[in-house]
């Protein structure tokens, strides 16, 4: 069985001749497309109440660049930097989620008559507006381009490593070579499918969550009725 046969197995793939030793720099930063370290975070800032809002990060090149907290994602052997669209997409879903969540406290005073039809109704615009849509909206397009590439990334490694399959087999690579380019391949492709599952997930997000908080804003016509022919109690607390 060939190279890219074990890894679409789930096989483990030993690399005896050539390893790479675990980065033990917590402040090391990679980048989430290539894997690649690309620098380290130099600074922390907070606000007053000593909340994370943002990192300076040092590049190897030796610029230094601010980056917005959300951009970074902490892990045990370092940060890693997001690209801006899955930083907006990942936005995007948290503000939604944040909306159903309040929508459906609304609709729980509405059910109780704690509030208004009305009431419900302005609360329910602040909560789920234009913006916000356009926003959730822009992200699911950008998601879906990039995961058009992701594929193709992914056709591509499959493609190179059967041709290294092949090369190893008919001589023209050596054992030393092919333990190099294997391994080499083996974490992008592993990176590649990782990559492609997270998207695929927070695109479903998106559009589940997008297409559940539309429902709830919109209250069926019946219903409405019902709304209309309750009676309110005012009660004063003393």
């Excluded at 980056?67 to 890693?80: C, F, M, P, R, V």
Aim: glycine share 4%; with cysteine; charged share 35%.
């Amino acid at each position: 069985m060939g190279l890219l046969g074990k890894l679409r197995k789930g096989e483990k793939i030993p690399a005896p001749i050539v390893t790479k030793g675990p980065k033990t720099d917590e402040n090391a930063v990679f980048d989430w497309t290539t894997g690649e370290e690309v620098g380290e975070i130099r600074k922390v800032v907070t606000d007053k109440n000593e909340n994370v809002i943002a990192y300076e990060l040092k590049y190897l090149a030796g610029n230094v660049i601010q980056h917005s907290a959300d951009q970074l994602e902490a892990t045990k052997t370092g940060y890693i930097l997001l690209p801006i669209w899955l930083k907006t997409a990942r936005a995007s879903c948290g503000r939604l989620v944040d909306a159903q969540k309040r929508l459906s406290e609304l609709k729980e005073m509405l059910k109780k008559n704690a509030i208004s039809l009305e009431t419900f109704t302005e609360m329910a615009k602040v909560t789920f507006n234009m913006e916000l849509v356009n926003q959730s909206e822009s992200s699911i397009v950008e998601v879906d381009t990039q995961l058009a590439e992701l594929r193709k990334e992914k056709t591509r490694l499959e493609q190179e490593i059967y041709s290294l399959d092949i090369k190893r087999r008919v001589g023209v690579i050596g054992r030393v070579d092919y333990a190099k380019a294997s391994l080499e391949l083996t974490e992008a492709y592993k990176r590649a499918l990782s990559h492609l599952e997270e998207v695929e997930e927070l695109r479903d997000s998106l559009v589940r969550t997008l297409n559940r908080v539309k429902e709830m804003e919109e209250i069926p016509r019946e219903e409405i009725q019902k709304i209309k022919e309750r009676k309110y109690e005012i009660r004063v607390t003393l």
